[in-house]
């Protein structure tokens, strides 16, 4: 199991419309074959600049890559992310294994 998760602050710039278009097309991405347990976050620590978390699974590296490279992802990032994203921290996780 792989759990990708994106930990993000959006442009202090972007307009109320711009965010729901952002978060709607977020919510777009659990449709992507084989994203499991899909979950937008608020952050609420005082400990970090960070706003927002996007975290899902998936069952192997195969389909995290295909997700990663699916033409749904790809657009999200150039139309929706890069436009919209001031900061991110980017976390692949998979279970410890003493």
Do not use: C
């Not at 109320?16 to 952050?43: C, G």
């Not at 899902?56 to 195969?62: G, H, K, L, R, V």
């Not at 790809?74 to 996780?93: A, G, H, K, M, S």
């Amino acid at each position: 199991m792989i759990r990708h998760s994106v930990i993000l602050k959006l442009k202090e710039t972007i307009s109320h419309e711009s965010k729901k278009a952002f978060f709607d097309a977020v919510d777009k991405l659990k449709e992507i074959p084989d994203v499991k347990t899909f979950e937008v976050l608020n952050q609420i620590s005082p400990k970090n600049k960070f706003e927002y978390g996007i975290s899902m699974e998936f069952e192997n590296q195969e389909q995290y890559d295909t997700y990663s490279n699916h033409p749904a992802h790809l657009d999200f990032i150039q139309n929706f992310w890069i436009p919209n994203v001031e900061d991110f921290l980017e976390i692949d996780y998979t279970l410890y294994n003493n």
